[in-house]
């Protein structure tokens, strides 16, 4: 829908680009800094030693990504001992670079807080991303504890904008074209999308993660 396409940058990509020294990479507009220190381990949501260990690459302004992410919140609450759902980072609209490198300013749960209020203000507009306004996304970082000094140290961190920008080759060269892309022991699961069937493709996730 040509809604979904406006740039709706707002105070982040404002900030960023003000901020100087960024060079502009691939035609999603991502943002990274010319150097870059190694970047930190994925984001996980569950139990690091669960043995069963999905794997998303998704895009803060998809309402798709918000759908399954709400079935794998309910699939790691109901099988905490066995699921784990690890996150990567694969942007596909020009504020997204810079909402997931706000989001990395948030460890833990309150990475995971912030991701989950951003994605559900998107799927509950039926995927429209215009709410995601700077005075929004300051209330949402408030309620995980953070502020817009959180915002600003994510953007001065070059190891975030190096694992955003990392995460969507390496994305790419597994054949991710579009999110999400769900991955689970090397196979992608979505290579054409979310289906239509997201129930009968929960049924299917738990049923593997029980047997498999």
């Not at 999603?28 to 994925?42: E, M, R, S, V």
């Not at 990395?104 to 306004?133: C, I, P, Q």
């Not at 979505?190 to 738990?206: D, V, W, Y």
Request: a positive charge.
């Amino acid at each position: 829908m040509a809604s979904r396409r406006n740039l709706l940058i707002g105070g982040i990509g404002a900030a960023v680009v003000a901020a100087g020294g960024w060079i502009a990479i691939e035609r999603f507009g991502l943002l990274a800094p010319a150097t870059h220190k190694t970047p930190a381990k994925p984001p996980l949501l569950g139990n690091v030693t669960a043995p069963k260990r999905l794997v998303v690459w998704g895009s803060y302004t998809c309402p798709f990504t918000a759908q399954l992410f709400v079935m794998l919140r309910s699939i790691v609450a109901d099988m905490p001992q066995t699921a784990s759902v690890e996150w990567r980072h694969f942007p596909i609209h020009k504020p997204d670079p810079a909402l997931q490198v706000a989001g990395l300013g948030f460890e833990g749960d309150h990475f995971w807080g912030f991701t989950f209020r951003v994605l559900n203000l998107v799927l509950k507009a039926g995927g429209m991303y215009s709410g995601l306004t700077r005075q929004k996304l300051d209330e949402f970082a408030a309620a995980e504890g953070g502020s817009d000094e959180t915002f600003k140290a994510a953007y001065a961190d070059p190891a975030k904008w190096a694992a955003v920008k990392e995460d969507l080759l390496a994305g790419r060269l597994l054949g991710v074209t579009r999110t999400p892309g769900l991955f689970y022991n090397g196979y992608f699961l979505t290579p054409t999308g979310l289906p239509a069937n997201i129930k009968g493709l929960e049924m299917s996730l738990r049923k593997m993660l029980q047997t498999a």
